[in-house]
């Protein structure tokens, strides 16, 4: 199998790289004007295969995406006017694998990615960036079993932890007279320097349907 394929996309979310006191991302979103925000366009390739047989099935695919038109707001960073905004572009390219196996009351797949994901600013930085959503190795596997009226599943996640822009130092000063104090200022090491820990995960669920009779 192949496709490939162009899209445009007219209300974008802005791309922010700053810090940010409370912890939480600020989901901002604008419309397209032509000047400060032009119009996402994303190009996508994509090629596979897919083969079953007795049960068995095997999904493999590689795909290389690029983007254009990546708004960013991110003044700490930026070498222009705080309230200036910057245009970059984005790619991501990867290979995604599949292998799953019926057989009964039996169900079992596998299921791992490799992908790469980067941001391109001028304003920041002269060469490519991991994007925040980076995560180099996916693994997941997964295991069902359903008899009568009973369902028992089990999950593995193993996933590469996604990148972040370190702090090298806080300054903390006091804001009123009882204690509480506020962070200051912070000096933010490179953009999306480090990565997290790898993320494990094991999950373990069991379903009982209740019968039921009709009147």
């Known amino acids: ?23 939480v991302d600020n989901q901002i979103w604008a419309l397209v004007d032509g000047d400060d925000f032009p119009p996402l366009r994303s190009l996508k390739l994509a090629a596979g295969l897919d083969f079953g047989r007795n049960g068995w099935l095997l999904e493999l695919e590689g795909y290389y995406r690029k983007l254009e038109g990546i708004t960013s707001f991110t003044p700490v960073f930026a070498t222009i ?20 196996k019926r057989r009964g009351d039996h169900h079992s797949w ?19 960036l991991p994007a925040s959503n980076d995560q180099r190795h996916r693994f997941s596997w997964v295991y069902l ?56 995960r094991l999950d373990f669920s069991g379903l009982y349907t209740f019968p039921t009779q009709r009147p």
């Open 145 to 200: 079993w359903q008899k009568d009226n009973i369902a028992l599943s089990l999950g593995l996640t193993i996933q590469t932890g996604k990148p972040f822009t370190p702090i090298e130092s806080v300054i903390i000063e006091d804001i009123d007279d009882e204690g509480l104090e506020a962070i200051a200022y912070a000096e933010l090491g490179e953009i999306n320097a480090k990565v997290l820990p790898t993320y494990h």
């Open 81 to 100: 006017e705080p309230d200036e905004y910057s245009q970059g572009q984005g790619r991501s390219f990867g290979l995604d694998f599949l292998l799953r």
């Open 1 to 23: 199998k192949a496709n490939a394929g162009i899209n445009h996309q007219f209300i974008n979310q802005l791309i922010e790289f700053d810090f940010n006191g409370l912890g």
């Open 110 to 128: 596998i299921s791992y990615s490799l992908s790469s994901s980067g941001y391109f600013f001028e304003a920041y930085r002269d060469e490519w």
